[in-house]
C-alpha cells in the first residue's frame, strides 16, 4: 500500500492537460488581440521572443499612401508623369472604391486629382504587354499599343530605374543624359527621403514592336520622365510599442525595400534606431559575410532595399547569437523566411495565402503593435504555464517527502492511497487551472527576455524544492501529533486525518504564494478571483469529506477535537510566512 501511494504522489496526473488548456486560453485571448495562432506551441516561444523583424509597409506604417511631391526637370513634363504613373498601374475603380496596392491606388488618385482624363488615356493607349513587377528588379513595366505608336512605361525604384536610363525627358524633348542630370536626380530623391517619403522613379521608352509578357529587356535604353514622392505615416501606436520592446530588452529591426535615406527617416520617426545603429542596403549585405553579418548584425537597425532572400540570412545571423526571432511578412517570396523564423507572423490584410500558410501566427490588423501585444501575452502565458508547473510539482514533491520519510523511518503509513488521490484530485485541477489564468504581473513587459528554452530553471528547482519539502515536514509534524509520537494520546486514524487535512489545505494556502517569485502574497491575494472560487470549492469539498460521516468513514478518517483543529489551522497557514520571508531575503531564486 505504502508503494502505491508513493506511485500515486510522485506523478502530476493533470500536468499535461493544465498546460495544454492554459494554452488554449491563450490562444483565445491572443484571437481578440487581432493575433491568430496557427500552431498551439508557438504561444510559449512567443513569450520568449528576443528580436522582431518587421517590414515597414503596411506594419509598422499605416499603408494609406498619398502623393505629396514630385520631381521634374521641367514642370510641363507634369503630364507625361501622371500619364505614366497612371497606364504602369494595376490598380481600378470598382464600385466606387479603388482595389489594388496601396503605392498603385495613391498613384491613380493622385493622376486623377491633377486633372488626367484618366478614362481617354486608357482608352487611347490599351496595355498590350507587361512585365510584372519582382522584387529583385524592383521594377514594373506596362507595354501600350495605340495605332503604330508602341510605348513602355516603367516605374520602380530610383537606382533601379536610373540603372536602364540614357536619356532624359525635359520640356518634351528627348535628350542623352548627363552625369549632373543623374546626380541631379539622386540629389532630389535623397531630399525626398529624408522627408520620409517613399520616392518612385518613372520612365518610359519607345519601342518598335510589341514585346512578349516578361521581356526584361525592355527595361534598357530607357528615357528618365520624374520622380513621385509619397508619403506613408508611422502607426500612431508603433512609437509607443517599439518603446515598449526596449523596455522588455527586445530588439526591433526594420526591413523594407524602401530607399536607404526614406527607410533611414522612418527608423528615426518612430524611435527605432539609436547612437550607433547602422542602415545597409541589400547590395551592401551581398558584400558581406556570413561571419562579418554574424559580428554587426546586433549594430544593424535598418535593412534597405532588400529582398525576401535576405531575410533568410538576417535570421541565420541572430540565430546563432542565441536569440528567439520573430519574423513578419506578406509575400510569397517570405514563406521561407517565416518558416524558418521561431515565430513567423503573416498580414492578415495583405498576405498572401502561401505566406499565412507558413506562418505560426497570423495579424488580423497587419499592425506591428499586435506582434508586440502577442510577445506581452506569450509572456503572460509562459509565466501562467511555470506557475501551474511550480504549483503541481511543488504539491507532489511534499506528498512524496511525506512517504518517503515515513518509510525510512520506518513508521506507519501517514497517507492512504485515497487521501494522495482525493488530495491530487482537489489540488490539482481547479488551483491549477486557476492559476493558469493569473492577470500579468505588473511590468512583465520592463523586464528582460527569458532566453533559457526550458521551462524549468535552476531557481524554479529551488523553489520547487524547499517548498515541496516545507509541506511534507508540516504534515508530517501533524501526523506524529495526531498518531501520539509527540507525547500526547493519540491513534494511527487520528494522525492520517491530520496529516491528510494539513496537506490538503496547505496545498490551496501554498497556491497564492504562486502568484509571484517576489510580489509578496498580501498584495496578489486578490488578484485573480478564479483563484478564490476553486479555493472555496475545492476546501467545500474538503470539508464534507471531514464532517459527512459517509465520507469520512469511506475514507477512513476520525473526527478531531478544537485542540487537533487549532494544531491543523496553525500548520496550514505555516506556508504564507515561510515563502514571504524567502521573498524578503531574496532566496526564493530569480523569475523562472
Not at 491633377?114 to 510584372?132: K, M, W
Not at 520640356?171 to 517613399?198: F, H, P, Q, S
Not at 512517504?403 to 501517514?414: E, K, R
Not at 520547487?464 to 506524529?480: D, E, K, N, R, S
Request: hydrophobic fraction near 45%.
Amino acid at each position: 500500500m505504502s508503494s502505491v501511494s508513493l506511485a500515486v504522489a510522485v506523478i502530476p496526473e493533470s500536468l499535461p492537460a493544465v498546460a495544454t488548456i492554459v494554452m488554449a486560453m491563450g490562444v483565445q485571448r491572443l484571437a481578440k488581440r487581432n493575433a491568430i495562432i496557427r500552431n498551439l506551441s508557438s504561444v510559449e516561444t512567443l513569450g520568449g521572443a528576443t528580436v522582431i523583424c518587421s517590414d515597414k509597409t503596411g506594419t509598422l506604417t499605416q499603408n494609406k499612401m498619398t502623393v505629396t511631391k514630385t520631381w521634374l526637370l521641367n514642370e510641363t513634363d507634369e503630364r507625361e508623369l501622371m500619364k505614366g504613373a497612371y497606364l504602369c498601374n494595376d490598380a481600378r475603380l470598382s464600385d466606387g472604391q479603388w482595389v489594388g496596392d496601396p503605392t498603385e491606388t495613391a498613384l491613380s488618385e493622385w493622376a486623377i486629382k491633377a486633372g488626367l482624363d484618366v478614362e481617354d488615356i486608357a482608352n487611347r493607349y490599351p496595355r498590350v504587354a507587361e512585365v510584372p513587377f519582382d522584387s529583385g528588379r524592383k521594377r514594373m513595366t506596362t507595354v501600350h499599343q495605340r495605332g503604330d505608336d508602341v510605348i513602355a512605361y516603367i516605374k520602380g525604384g530610383v537606382d533601379e530605374v536610373l540603372a536602364g536610363v540614357n536619356e532624359l525627358l525635359v520640356d518634351g524633348e528627348v535628350r542623352e543624359i548627363t552625369d549632373e542630370d543623374k546626380t541631379k536626380i539622386l540629389d532630389a530623391n535623397r531630399a525626398m527621403g529624408k522627408d520620409a517619403l517613399r520616392v518612385l522613379a518613372i520612365a518610359r521608352r519607345q519601342l518598335e514592336d510589341v514585346i512578349k509578357d516578361g521581356d526584361v529587356n525592355v527595361e534598357q535604353h530607357m528615357t528618365f520622365v520624374g520622380l513621385i514622392g509619397m508619403i506613408d505615416p508611422p502607426r500612431e501606436e508603433v512609437k509607443i510599442a517599439i518603446q515598449e520592446c526596449k523596455d522588455a530588452g527586445i530588439e526591433v529591426v526594420m526591413i523594407t525595400g524602401d530607399h536607404r535615406t526614406t527607410a533611414e527617416a522612418i527608423g528615426m520617426q518612430i524611435g527605432l534606431m539609436q547612437d550607433g545603429d547602422k542602415v545597409i542596403t541589400g547590395l551592401e549585405l551581398d558584400q558581406m559575410s556570413d561571419e562579418d553579418l554574424y559580428k554587426d548584425v546586433r549594430s544593424i537597425a535598418v535593412y534597405a532595399r532588400v529582398s525576401p532572400e535576405h531575410k533568410m540570412r538576417i535570421i541565420d545571423a541572430w540565430k546563432k547569437h542565441g536569440e528567439v526571432v520573430a519574423m513578419t511578412g506578406d509575400g510569397v517570396n517570405d514563406a521561407p523566411a517565416l518558416k524558418k523564423s521561431d515565430i513567423g507572423a503573416a498580414m492578415g490584410i495583405v498576405g498572401t495565402e502561401v505566406a499565412k500558410g507558413a506562418a505560426d501566427m497570423i495579424l488580423t490588423d497587419d499592425n506591428f503593435a499586435t506582434v508586440v501585444n502577442a510577445v506581452e501575452e506569450g509572456r503572460r502565458i509562459r509565466d501562467n504555464i511555470t506557475k501551474a508547473i511550480s504549483y503541481l510539482l511543488s504539491c507532489n514533491v511534499g506528498e512524496l517527502v511525506v512517504l518517503l520519510i515515513a518509510s525510512f523511518m520506518n513508521w506507519a503509513t501517514p497517507l492512504l492511497p485515497i487521501h494522495i488521490l482525493w488530495i491530487n484530485l482537489v489540488t490539482d485541477s481547479l488551483p491549477a487551472l486557476a492559476l493558469g489564468v493569473d492577470p500579468a504581473e505588473e511590468g512583465i513587459m520592463k523586464r528582460q527576455p527569458n532566453r533559457d528554452t526550458s521551462l524549468l530553471t535552476k531557481p524554479m528547482y529551488f523553489r520547487i524544492g524547499y517548498q515541496g519539502i516545507m509541506i511534507g515536514v508540516l504534515t508530517l509534524v501533524a501526523f506524529l501529533y495526531g498518531y501520539g509520537a509527540l507525547g500526547q494520546e493519540g491513534s494511527l486514524a487520528q494522525g492520517q486525518t491530520m496529516a491528510f487535512t494539513v496537506l490538503a489545505f496547505s496545498q490551496l494556502v501554498h497556491a497564492y504564494n504562486i502568484h509571484s517569485t517576489h510580489g509578496t502574497v498580501f498584495k496578489t491575494f486578490f488578484v485573480n478571483k478564479w483563484l478564490i472560487i476553486a479555493t472555496f470549492v475545492n476546501a467545500m469539498m474538503m470539508l464534507a469529506v471531514l464532517f459527512v460521516p459517509v465520507l469520512r468513514d469511506l475514507f477512513k478518517l476520525v473526527s478531531m477535537d478544537s485542540s487537533h483543529w487549532m494544531v491543523v489551522l496553525a500548520l496550514i497557514f505555516i506556508p504564507i510566512p515561510v515563502v514571504e520571508l524567502m521573498k524578503v531575503l531574496k532566496l526564493n531564486g530569480n523569475r523562472a
